[in-house]
């Protein structure tokens, strides 16, 4: 079936420190990959996305690279700051599957970010 | 920038009640869709909806769940007789095209069930 596994948070760290956040997939056909962002008190953006192997897709000075091989979808960020402080999910659409593109997520990623 | 307006921002109601989520989406988009995350766990697919019928539904969306567009701009999720463990965030989004990736989400109604 298809699944999404993430890193448990909560992850902290201080303003222009280096950001990673692991993702992993597994998925029965050839999905589509998507990180959206949640600030607080609002809807879960889209930050960025890929739609096949070796995409990267890129936002915001985020970056997430699709990763077949490996079955993944790590989100980085080298400079941090402490307006991305939000919750993450990793997220997959598999095209084969859905008639309407059904969101598979991941269970969320709190970032806090400290001046 | 258009928004997806879902109402009431958080809602607590008495087991075995009857509950309506409301959500207004986008006025030029035609796919809808309900998810929910219960706290600590994964955002989980509801159902999507399109051309005034379900299109698809996961095994949450049992008999006790409904959703329905009344008018041209309202899309509700209606639980039937609530239960405990269906308090969770609902969140609400839509889509303009099939194929569209570019879902717009509500910012969410936190149900509590009492």
């Known amino acids: 079936g298809n699944s999404v596994t993430q890193m448990e948070g909560p992850v902290t760290l201080s303003e222009e420190a280096f950001l990673t956040i692991n993702c992993t997939y597994t998925a029965t056909g050839y999905p589509s990959l998507f990180w959206y962002v949640q600030y607080p008190g609002e809807g879960l953006q889209l930050l960025l996305k890929a739609t096949k192997a070796d995409d990267k897709g890129s936002n915001k000075g985020f970056e997430a690279t699709y990763r077949k091989e490996t079955t993944s979808f790590h989100l980085e960020k080298g400079s941090v700051q402490v307006s991305d402080s939000a919750v993450y999910f990793c997220?997959?659409?598999?095209?084969?599957?859905?008639?309407?593109?059904?969101?598979?997520f991941g269970r969320g990623t709190q970032l806090t970010v400290w001046p | 920038e258009p928004e997806v307006t879902q109402t009431p921002s958080h809602q607590v109601t008495q087991m075995g009640q009857e509950v309506i989520l409301r959500c207004v989406p986008i006025s030029n988009h035609l796919y809808f869709y309900w998810y929910r995350q219960i706290l600590g766990q994964k955002v989980e697919f509801l159902v999507s909806?399109?051309?005034?019928?379900?299109?698809?539904k996961s095994e949450i969306f049992d008999d006790q769940f409904s959703v329905e567009r009344p008018d041209g701009s309202n899309f509700t999720l209606k639980i039937r007789s609530t239960k405990l463990e269906d308090s969770a965030m609902y969140f609400c989004a839509s889509k303009e095209n099939r194929d569209d990736y570019g879902y717009t989400f509500g910012s969410g109604t936190r149900l509590t069930v009492v």
């Open positions: 997220a997959l659409i598999d095209d084969r599957g859905s008639t309407l593109g059904r969101l598979y």
């Open positions: 909806f399109y051309n005034n019928e379900i299109s698809e």
